[in-house]
T-cell receptor
Framework: GAVVSQHPSRVICKSGTSVKIECRSL??????MFWYRQFPKQSLMLMAT?????????EQGVEKDKFLINHASLTLSTLTVTSAHPEDSSFYIC?????????????FGPGTRLTVT | KQEVTQIPAALSVPEGENLVLNCSFT??????LQWFRQDPGKGLTSLLL?????REQTSGRLNASLDKSSGRSTLYIAASQPGDSATYLC???????????FGKGTKLSVIP
């Protein structure tokens, strides 16, 4: 149980275009989903916290107009990188917390490798 | 600012050895501490979660301990195998919060 999927696993896009990444909780409902990015040999940095039906909360330094997050249902959150640039190339990972789960445990997706050329 | 430090950054051991990975944190009011495994280019696999009221958790050859007073956690791997080679990350959440603060990880290589 507690499986999280991401799609696509890899994407290459041209500079200036937008790309959407999906994060789904497959066998549970997630009231809260998180988006992280990870640069090579670095740890995960939280970008934003997404609650179903409300606006995402972004971490300091993360541009909300560039990284659009939509949490439309209890099983789906999307991250859209708008007007992508090469410096946006990174590994993006989402996670989801079980609905009303008291331990606040997060379950992570397999990640999406974004390369902007 | 909360910080999580993992030492060493990299570790290479021969197969069969027992080993300990270290994690230290500055936030004394942590809620959960989790250990994850990450294979190259992959997402995170949760290994063990220790809640603030607990002192350790065990799963198979893995044992994780938590000492909140000293701000430390250790991950003990018994009888290491080449398949254990990966980066191990520790992370903690604050009281009443879902947000996780991660360390940079320890890259483990188990040599056959």
């Amino acid at each position: 149980g507690a499986v999280v999927s991401q799609h696509p696993s890899r994407v290459i896009c041209k500079s200036g275009t937008s790309v959407k990444i999906e994060c789904r909780s497959l066998d549970f409902q997630a009231t809260t989903m998180f988006w992280y990015r990870q640069f090579p040999k670095q740890s995960l940095m939280l970008m934003a916290t997404s609650n179903e039906g409300s606006k995402a909360t972004y971490e300091q330094g993360v541009e909300k107009d560039k990284f659009l997050i939509n949490h439309a249902s209890l099983t789906l959150s999307t991250l859209t990188v708008t007007s992508a640039h090469p410096e946006d190339s990174s590994f993006y990972i989402c996670s989801a917390s079980l609905h009303e789960h008291s331990s606040y445990e997060q379950y992570f997706g397999p990640g999406t490798r974004l390369t902007v050329t | 600012k909360q910080e999580v430090t993992q030492i060493p950054a990299a570790l290479s051991v021969p197969e069969g050895e027992n080993l300990v990975l270290n994690c230290s944190f500055t936030d004394s009011a942590i809620y959960n501490l989790q250990w994850f495994r990450q294979d190259p280019g992959k997402g995170l696999t949760s290994l063990l979660l220790i809640q603030s009221s607990q002192r350790e958790q065990t799963s198979g050859r893995l044992n994780a301990s938590l000492d909140k007073s000293s701000g430390r956690s250790t991950l003990y791997i018994a009888a290491s195998q080449p398949g254990d080679s990966a980066t191990y990350l520790c992370a903690h959440s604050g009281a009443g919060s879902y947000q996780l603060t991660f360390g940079k990880g320890t890259k483990l290589s188990v040599i056959p």
